[in-house]
C-alpha cells in the first residue's frame, strides 16, 4: 500500500461528515423557526457590518485627501520661502 493511497483513503471521510454536517446545519436553518430566526438575524448582522465597512471606506478615503492636500499646501508653502536657485553656468 502506497502512502498516497492511505491518505486518500483516510481523507474521503472526513470530507463526507464535513458535508453531513453542513448539510444538516443548513437543514435547521431552512426548516425551523428558530433557525430561520437566527439565518434573519446574521444576515442582517451582516449587513450591517457590511454597511460600516463601506462608511469606514469612505471616511479614510476624505482622510487621505485631506492629508494629501495639506501636504501639497505646506510643501508649497515652504518652496515660497526657498531662495531661488541660479544655474552656475562656468
Known amino acids: 500500500m502506497d502512502s498516497q493511497e492511505g491518505v486518500r483513503e483516510w481523507s474521503n471521510p472526513w470530507g463526507i461528515v464535513t458535508c ?3 448539510g444538516a446545519a443548513a437543514g435547521y436553518l431552512l426548516t425551523t423557526p428558530g433557525g430561520r430566526r437566527l439565518c ?4 442582517q448582522l451582516i449587513e450591517d457590518f457590511s454597511f460600516e465597512c463601506v462608511r ?3 471616511a479614510s478615503a476624505r482622510a487621505q485627501l485631506a492629508a494629501a492636500e495639506s501636504w501639497k499646501a505646506l510643501e508649497g508653502a ?11 553656468s562656468r
Do not use: Y
Not at 434573519?40 to 444576515?43: M, N, P, R
Not at 515652504?78 to 552656475?88: E, L, N, Q
Open 20 to 22: 453531513a454536517l453542513v
Open 40 to 43: 434573519d438575524a446574521t444576515i
Open 78 to 88: 515652504f518652496d515660497s520661502r526657498r531662495p531661488a536657485r541660479t544655474v552656475d
Open 56 to 58: 469606514f471606506c469612505q
